[in-house]
């Protein structure tokens, strides 16, 4: 039996559909939407701060602007969002008592606390007589949908990604609605501002992205001109050669499938750029079958790793005073814009695991407060991939070096003077070791070492020795002479 009708609706008027919104902050290509406008029904769309699903401040800072951007969109075509909070479970079943709501739509996730959560709407939707309508979540693929010839999980990049290439088809894009109809009546709303967050260091954020989704179709149409040279540019940070979608897929603010349908002529497997979607989705794979993966070592030999204190070394490596200029360049530039390039995030991850041994879980929450791109999925496996404790992860033996790789991917430094201004006046080379530059040198650029600017922390090369030791016997070394 189906909720009751709205009190004072006209009893020929459809039943208002509930359109709940996560992940999926679009007007544009999004299923749910569409099936719900399709109906002829009255649609509300619904978002839920549930303080059961935490996230960190720079997601927030996004979220906030992101809500504002789709309740535009969603005004300019005759609706509004309605914003609730509490827990989803309740707060979804009051919109439903008070709208007399027939069927809710939603767009799944794949995250363990989603999942769950999920789960208990549709068992309790489906025992009041809700009718429940879910679709594909923002990935190329369903995690359950790719099997081994043998019928497991994937665990390995490599096969994983030919078997999407080969089967994946991108399904026909769903319309942007419109127009959607609106109830007889709105439920009830918190202002969007009790969305808003503001973090003290929200003001550099601002400066550098905009939030929903025309931001993002803006993003992607400024990549026709570039896609071209993205194999060798996304290595490089100080060039404009990275997309900078992640923050909105992240939010679902872009559909993957419509990133796939404008660059995938030729031969999918091939494409560098497909080829990182297909890293995507490899770990929401990982992590619907592994859902310990941001807290547990999917490789359970590294469970007895001999990690060493985090204290002042890890404090130092957060706010970018390593003394190493192109691990420190790229922790500020986290800090002050919410995003890192990310070939310097595999750089900065190496180093605090590998040069500080500190525990990959350190790192791993720090990002995922920081950054505005913070994907479960994405931080956890990419931080086990650089610790070598999680599927098809970066061999133990692979430390880099943050001089020489400053030097191969910053020849000219700008991307260390741009975010490590002290060391702007350092010429050539010096600028990726200045504890190795001469005195005179130092002193003519104005760096004082110790003063203007760290000495680095660590020995690289000590260091180094230390943690190809320490991962090849699992024994600890004396640490007294390395800090």
């Known amino acids: ?234 290595d490089r940070p100080a060039r404009d050669g990275t997309s900078r979608l992640s923050p909105h897929l992240a939010w679902g603010e872009i559909s993957v499938h419509a990133i796939w349908r404008r660059f995938a002529a030729g031969n999918p497997a091939e494409h560098g750029f497909l080829r990182e979607l297909g890293w995507r989705d490899f770990n929401s794979h990982l992590l619907y079958h592994f859902p310990d993966l941001p807290k547990r070592n999917w490789n359970s030999r590294f469970d007895s790793f001999p990690w060493a204190q985090p204290g002042e070394a890890l404090r130092s490596w957060q706010r970018g005073l390593t003394g190493y200029p192109i691990v420190d360049a790229g922790m500020r530039q986290l800090w002050q814009t919410g995003w890192m390039h990310n070939r310097v995030r595999m750089i900065t991850a190496s180093f605090l695991i590998k040069d500080l041994l500190i525990d990959w879980r350190e790192g791993e929450r720090w990002f995922w407060d920081t950054l505005v791109d913070a994907d479960l999925a994405q931080n956890s496996g990419n931080w086990q991939w650089v610790a070598g404790s999680g599927a098809d992860a970066a061999p133990y033996f692979r430390i880099f070096n943050p001089t020489t790789q400053s030097a191969k991917f910053d020849p000219d430094g700008d991307y260390i003077r741009h975010f490590v201004p002290e060391l702007a006046k350092l010429p050539g080379h010096h600028i990726h070791a200045p504890d190795l530059a001469p005195a005179s040198m130092l002193s003519s650029a104005g760096v004082t070492l110790g003063r203007d600017y760290p000495r680095p922390m660590v020995d690289h090369a000590m260091a180094r020795t230390r943690a190809l030791s320490l991962y090849q016997n699992g024994k600890p070394q004396r640490q007294g002479d390395l800090f």
Do not use: C
Not at 44 to 49: C, D, G, Q, S
């Open 1 to 234: 039996m189906s909720p009751a009708p709205h009190p004072g609706s006209p009893a020929h008027t459809p039943a208002p559909r509930i359109v709940w919104l996560r992940r999926d902050l679009r007007l544009d290509d999004n299923p749910a939407l569409d099936a719900a406008a399709a109906s002829g029904a009255p649609v509300i769309p619904v978002f839920v701060l549930d303080p059961t699903e935490e996230i960190g401040g720079a997601s927030r800072w996004w979220r906030g602007q992101s809500l504002a951007a789709l309740d535009t969109s969603l005004r300019a075509i005759g609706s509004r969002l309605i914003l609730r909070a509490g827990r989803s479970l309740d707060q979804i079943l009051r919109a439903v008592a008070e709208t007399g709501a027939s069927h809710l739509h939603f767009n799944r996730r794949y995250e363990p606390a989603g999942l769950r959560i999920d789960a208990e709407i549709v068992t309790e939707a489906r025992r009041i007589g809700l009718e429940v309508h879910e679709y594909p979540g923002n990935r190329l693929h369903e995690p359950w949908a790719l099997k081994t010839l043998k019928g497991d999980s994937f665990r390995v990049f490599t096969p994983f990604w030919r078997r999407l290439a080969e089967q994946y088809r991108s399904p026909q894009a769903w319309p942007k609605p419109q127009q959607l109809a609106a109830p007889a009546a709105w439920p009830t709303s918190l202002p969007l501002e009790a969305a808003a967050e503001h973090a003290h260091w929200s003001a550099g954020m601002a400066a550098q992205w905009q939030p929903g989704e025309s931001g993002a179709a803006g993003l992607l149409a400024s990549l026709d001109g570039k896609i071209g040279e993205y194999g060798d540019a996304r």
